[in-house]
């Protein structure tokens, strides 16, 4: 029963730092905006920078990985011993952070809507929390996607996948866990289901570019476009 009971007390208090609203509460704070208000709606970095800016997206951003890497000092602090229980508590913070208790909404219908992010961040800072030099890799490969691709949606997925692989890899030289690969996979999963309605638009071709390669990317997509016409 003991052992029940603090199970279930990390995984509520990981979930409950996960719903903490950074993004909300940051763009109140800079501009008195409600970031569900805005753009995409979510509560993240990117939809945080559209409302007051790149410091308040930057902050936001840096909030959101912080209470992933707070799961591993949650479960530190009552359950130091279980691989499994870290797995769980990082996915719990990045299921509050998508479907925040605090941004509680009920809508016209009556239908119960918890809104938040897609995650991103927070699977980062989960992926930290089981291995802390882990962020020296996933940063700099996530940045080259976005300055590359230009899709912000995309860096989002890549997070969770390149846990995926450098877990794998871990494991597969014998210096790491494979319980850490489902955390990779399940992040991805929940990643891929918040970002739904940007995968459409990938598919579409309309989704939003951002970033510093985004002239860069329109002129080719426009290029490519008169090329078509031409033949």
């Known amino acids: 029963m003991i052992v029940f009971l603090r199970?279930?007390?990390?995984?509520?208090?990981?979930?409950?730092?996960?719903?903490?609203?950074?993004?909300?509460?940051?763009?109140?704070?800079?501009n008195g905006k409600d970031v569900r208000r805005v753009e995409s709606g979510r509560t993240g970095g990117t939809n945080a920078m559209r409302a007051a800016g790149w410091l308040a997206g930057g902050l936001t951003g840096l909030a959101d990985v912080l209470k992933g890497v707070a799961t591993g000092l949650i479960v530190s602090w009552l359950f130091p011993d279980s691989t499994w229980l870290r797995v769980f508590a990082?996915?719990?913070?990045?299921?509050?952070?998508?479907?925040?208790?605090?941004?509680?909404?009920?809508?016209?219908?009556?239908?119960?809507?918890?809104?938040?992010?897609?995650?991103?961040?927070?699977?980062?800072?989960?992926?930290?929390?089981?291995?802390?030099?882990?962020?020296?890799?996933i940063?700099?490969?996530?940045?080259?996607?976005?300055?590359?691709?230009?899709?912000?949606?995309?860096?989002?997925?890549?997070?969770?996948?390149?846990?995926?692989?450098?877990?794998?890899?871990?494991?597969?030289?014998?210096?790491?866990?494979?319980?850490?690969?489902?955390?990779?996979?399940?992040?991805?999963?929940?990643?891929?289901?918040?970002?739904r309605p940007n995968l459409k638009r990938l598919k579409d071709g309309t989704e939003r570019i951002a970033g510093p390669s985004a002239n860069w990317i329109k002129k080719s997509i426009q290029k490519a476009s008169s090329n078509q016409h031409i033949f």
Do not use: C
């Open 139 to 195: 940063l700099p490969l996530s940045s080259l996607v976005f300055l590359l691709s230009g899709y912000a949606s995309l860096t989002t997925i890549s997070l969770a996948f390149f846990a995926i692989v450098i877990f794998s890899y871990r494991f597969i030289i014998g210096i790491g866990p494979w319980e850490y690969i489902i955390y990779g996979v399940l992040a991805e999963l929940t990643v891929l289901w918040a970002l």
């Open 90 to 137: 990082a996915l719990a913070a990045v299921w509050g952070h998508n479907h925040s208790i605090f941004l509680f909404e009920r809508t016209p219908s009556g239908k119960i809507n918890l809104r938040g992010g897609a995650g991103g961040a927070t699977v980062l800072g989960g992926a930290i929390a089981l291995w802390p030099q882990i962020w020296l890799i």
């Open 7 to 30: 199970v279930t007390t990390v995984l509520i208090l990981s979930y409950l730092v996960g719903s903490i609203p950074s993004g909300w509460i940051i763009v109140k704070i800079a």
